[in-house]
């Protein structure tokens, strides 16, 4: 039995959840701060409720605090209505929050009034932003309740309730706000979900190799003494032959795989080796889990 121990500790479970808060409050500030300086003046409606608010400032000078709060907060109690209590204190926390910071940082000058600059770079802050926001597993509320609500009660995927929602804001902001924005916007939305990519899985430097090869033990140990990496055998089939093969399956730094495909091919030139990314590896040899 592991004894605990005495003081705090990041891995501990208080820890982890102090550790999820701080994500939580941070990931909101930089999305707030990105919301300010870079999409609200030059009217990027980039979906979400921030894209609403957008729309709404523009339209009828509304402050997008008070907007995002006034949509948020009910979207928040529906969602624990129809969807169960499964979202908790943080996505409250959150919900409740980036509108906080909006309104604390609605005096600071834009960053740019280039509008592409101002998609590109609010699109990538309000990425990081909510992938670290989603890294304290939580979220920041908002149209991602209402998607969830509509997948629950309809046959669509969530995905394409999602895409649907920000895109009716995008359009809106297109026939409200001007052609240019609804383009603008698509920009900003795009960078976000890639950058939100790279904070929840980073940047893919590892490899994944599948090696079919007759000579398997050679390979194998080669691999093992030689690049010192591990290697996991699999059974497969031939699908023409029928006969079983040996699969090995080895993942490797990026860096590491000219050195492999070297190694396999000096011993077997007739082997088959397939290398995919493997975008989040955890274990021995790589990140360590927490």
């Known amino acids: 039995m592991v004894k605990s121990k005495k003081g705090f500790n990041l891995r501990s479970g208080l820890g982890r959840t102090i550790l999820e808060y701080v994500y939580i409050l941070i990931g909101s500030a930089i999305i707030a701060t990105a919301f300010n300086v870079f999409l609200l003046p030059n009217k990027i409606a980039s979906g979400g409720v921030s894209g609403i608010s957008t729309i709404l400032k523009v339209l009828f000078n509304l402050t997008p605090a008070y907007v995002q709060w006034a949509f948020n907060i009910p979207l928040f109690i529906a969602g624990v209505i129809f969807l169960g209590k499964q979202f908790g ?3 409250l926390v959150g919900t409740i929050f980036l509108p906080f910071v909006i309104l604390l940082t609605q005096h600071i000058e834009p960053a740019t009034h280039n509008p592409l600059l101002a998609a590109i770079f609010g699109g990538l802050f309000i990425g990081l932003g909510l992938g670290i926001v989603f890294r304290g597993k939580a979220s920041t509320g908002g149209t991602d309740l209402a998607a969830q609500i509509v997948h629950k009660y309809t ?3 969530l ?5 649907v929602i920000d895109g009716c804001i995008v ?3 297109a026939i409200f706000l001007n052609l240019e924005s609804g383009m603008y916007a698509l920009i900003a939305l795009f960078v976000t979900s890639k950058t939100i990519d790279l904070v929840q899985i980073g940047f893919g430097r590892s490899k994944m190799a599948l090696i079919i090869t007759s000579e398997e033990e050679l390979v194998k140990n080669a691999i093992i003494h030689e690049l010192d990496r591990g290697v996991t055998k699999l059974s497969g089939y031939g699908g023409y032959t029928n006969h079983e093969k040996g699969v090995l399956m080895c993942v490797m730094d990026q860096s590491e795989f000219s050195f492999l495909r070297d190694i396999v091919l000096s011993i ?3 082997s088959f080796v397939i290398v995919v990314d493997a975008t989040e590896v955890h274990g021995e040899g790589f990140t360590v889990l927490t």
Request: include cysteine.
């Open 89 to 91: 204190v943080k996505t």
């Open 155 to 157: 046959n669509l995927s």
């Open 159 to 163: 995905g394409l309730c999602v895409a």
């Open 171 to 173: 359009i809106s902001a």
């Open 268 to 270: 077997d030139s007739s």
